[in-house]
């Protein structure tokens, strides 16, 4: 039998992954478990009637994979990609269930373990990013990492079709 102080204590000592990137020389994280694999850039299949944001899709395995520039989505500059550009591949969820996207960033950083209670909330001070997008933040090395919430990424009108393209 545990007591509100013990199940605060485990709480505490619970850790969660992110794989960490760069955007703008600002760092970001996703959950380890959302992460696929990492690519380095390779040209995508144009797709017409998307948003801009949608740089096209990736025949991953004969899986068609939409590929969208957080950078876009995020509403920076936009840049051209470089031989350390990456596409990180989700898997994401939403009401219709399990997709798979890429992320276009602009390089990966490092994995780290995160206790769940050091991660900040985000603040509404209408930063660089809608923060509808994150799950919190976090110090790392006297840098901020933004938290994503991989699973908000994913707006399913944005993508509707996407999976019939061949």
Known sequence: MTNDNQV????????EQYLTFQLADESYGVEIL???EIR????VRDI?????FIKGALNLRGAIVPVVDL????????VEYTPITVVIVLCVNNEDGAHIIGVVADTVSDVLDIKLSDIKKSPDLGAKIDTRYMRGMYVYKQRMVMLLDADKLLNPAEFEGLGKVA
């Open 48 to 52: 017409p009637n998307t948003p801009r």
């Open 40 to 43: 380095g850039w390779e040209p």
């Open 34 to 36: 959302k992460v696929q």
């Open 8 to 15: 605060s204590v485990l709480d505490d000592k619970k850790a």
């Open 71 to 78: 950078r876009e989505r995020f509403g920076m500059p936009v």
